[in-house]
């Protein structure tokens, strides 16, 4: 979080309840490079404390799931209204 004096604050904050609580300020500077790392130790005492696991999705990952999504299409039927409802309207007598 932004400070008043124009630093950032690295904390680690819990929402599970609905509100925020803060559990632990990792630390602040106005380097961003400090910042980077104090980012990266958060995301380290978050994972050792069995927190919130990230998902990790690096580029070829993405690309992998976006060819898996298309080449299931192909095995997918598009139902339409009439399909769906064709059955209703011939046993109420519409057709």
């Known amino acids: ?3 008043k004096s124009g630093s950032t604050s690295v904390q ?3 929402k599970s309840s609905g509100r925020y ?3 632990q300020t990792v630390g602040s500077s106005s380097d961003q490079q400090e910042i980077d790392r104090l980012i ?3 995301k380290r005492i978050i994972e050792s ?3 919130q696991t990230s998902i990790p999705f690096q580029r070829s990952q993405e690309l ?3 060819d898996t999504f298309l080449n299931s299409l192909d095995t997918m039927s598009l ?3 009439e399909l769906l409802l064709g ?3 011939n046993d109420i007598g519409f057709k």
Do not use: Y
Request: proline residues 4%; aromatic residues 8%; hydrophobic residues 40%.
């Open 79 to 81: 139902v339409g209204p």
């Open 87 to 89: 059955h209703i309207f």
């Open 49 to 51: 404390n069995g927190g």
């Open 1 to 3: 979080k932004r400070n």
């Open 12 to 14: 680690i904050i819990d």
């Open 21 to 23: 609580i803060v559990h």
């Open 40 to 42: 990266k130790k958060g």
């Open 64 to 66: 992998d799931f976006i």
